[in-house]
């Protein structure tokens, strides 16, 4: 949750021309969602490097993709939009989550396979570590709900798959998301062979319909669509190719199969495909347009890119801290029962009151019973036993772990002041008891 809201992540790879398949099944469809959902919608340019890129041409195409987001009616004010690359914590996470995932699990990843084959000059780790970044993408954000098709379904169940198995781990750090059930956007289908997606890394130039193509090309597309023999407009499996024009036409006109059927009873092949090209001239008109204008306002676009970097930075900071300490703490509190099974003060170190911390660790070893492990400059470790008289979950030792960490690393003893103890205190809520025996806890395994 993030302002009383679910939050929603998606993205598109920037590779190749968006299609009217893109913009019809899923763009189209995201615009109103922000009013339910706090939405991010990013440009997931670290995917497109799997296969071979230019690197001037890579940006190029990312910048436009980042302009066809708010030309389709996605408002930056409302969404988050913004360059999986400018955010590091997608990389950072995915390796922690490489650590987390099986070999057998991603060979059964079928996107792997088909990519391989179509690539076969070219099968890198990227591309078979691939779901991997996709599910640091979707975690790093804590998302609920991810707007996925039949053939990203694999990858969101590997996603959870990943979350569940580290939570068991090391308590409640991500959020479990479900694929997003929401308004069913139209399947559109290749004007070439209405057996397969259209897609924009279509070889046959005639088989897709791009955003950008003008009105001629447009209808000239619709005009060479594959049909069949039969003569007849009807919307049924046997006929493929004219079953995907009327998707096409139904989805441009907000009318129903059955309502486009009855509209060209009787009529032939060629009026039909001219009307299905002019509606699809007609849908993305309003979107060229717009798109025109951004293309001349550089500016808007690099400071929305500026803004939305910052705000995601902060969110992608809070889970990567998160994350990391998990992992940090336990492998410190690892080398000190290693070290010294009878929790033992390892070192004497520097002066009491000018020793930093560096971090500190709360660990239950028994229902009332914390072990505090205090880790100080010059990676100087120091623990203790405290008791308490409250029962923590794992979820909330995790968060005064959080607290703990965010409120005192860096800080000497005599820095942490009245002002410091007083904000820690209100931040643990009904814990506030436990942060108290905490602190004169690490006052004193430090003192000693």
């Not at 024009?245 to 009318?255: E, H, R, V």
Request: glycine share 6%; aromatic share 8%.
């Amino acid at each position: 949750m993030l302002n009383g809201k679910k939050v929603l992540f998606s993205g598109m790879q920037a590779t190749g021309n968006l299609t009217l398949g893109n913009y019809l099944g899923a763009l189209k469809n995201w615009v109103g969602l922000c009013d339910e959902y706090e939405c991010f919608y990013s440009v997931v340019d670290m995917h497109s490097i799997t296969v071979r890129q230019d690197p001037a041409t890579l940006r190029k195409r990312a910048r436009t993709l980042l302009m066809i987001y708010i030309a389709a009616g996605i408002d930056p004010e409302k969404n988050c939009l913004y360059y999986q690359s400018h955010v590091s914590g997608h990389a950072e996470l995915a390796w922690i989550l490489n650590c987390f995932t099986y070999m057998g699990e991603l060979n059964r990843m079928t996107q792997f396979k088909d990519k391989s084959a179509k690539h076969a000059d070219n099968i890198n780790a990227g591309l078979f570590t691939y779901p991997v970044l996709m599910a640091a993408d979707i975690l790093l954000y804590q998302a609920d709900v991810v707007p996925v098709g039949i053939d990203q379904m694999q990858h969101l169940e590997l996603t959870r798959d990943i979350a569940q198995r580290f939570n068991g781990i090391y308590g409640d750090v991500f959020t479990i998301p479900e694929a997003y059930i929401g308004k069913v956007g139209a399947k559109i289908m290749s004007l070439q062979d209405p057996s397969r997606k259209m897609s924009k890394s279509d070889e046959n130039p005639n088989a897709s319909i791009y955003l950008m193509d003008d009105p001629d090309t447009i209808i000239r597309k619709c005009k060479r669509a594959v049909t069949d023999s039969e003569g007849q407009i009807l919307y049924r499996e046997e006929q493929p190719g004219i079953r995907n024009l009327i998707d096409i036409y139904s989805a441009c006109t907000g009318k129903t199969p059955e309502e486009v059927v009855k509209e060209f009873d009787g009529k032939g092949y060629g009026d039909f495909k001219l009307a299905v090209g002019e509606s699809v001239v007609s849908v993305l008109k309003p979107l060229q347009d717009r798109f025109a204008d951004l293309e001349k306002n550089k500016d808007y676009i690099d400071q929305i890119i500026k803004e939305k970097d910052s705000q995601v930075e902060h969110m992608q900071e809070l889970m990567i801290q998160r994350v990391d300490r998990v992992e940090l703490l336990l492998k410190q509190l690892a080398k000190v029962l290693a070290n010294n099974t009878n929790y033992a003060t390892l070192i004497s170190g520097p002066s009491y009151n000018q020793t930093k911390l560096k971090f500190i660790q709360l660990s239950k070893v028994e229902e009332h019973k914390l072990l505090v492990v205090v880790v100080v400059e010059g990676n100087i470790i120091r623990n203790s036993f405290v008791t308490i008289d409250e029962e923590l979950s794992d979820e909330e030792l995790l968060n005064l772990n959080i607290l703990l960490n965010s409120s005192l690393n860096g800080l000497t003893i005599e820095e942490i002041n009245l002002g410091v103890i007083a904000k820690m205190k209100e931040q643990a809520g009904s814990h506030r008891r436990v942060v108290d025996l905490v602190l004169n806890e690490v006052s004193e395994v430090i003192r000693s």
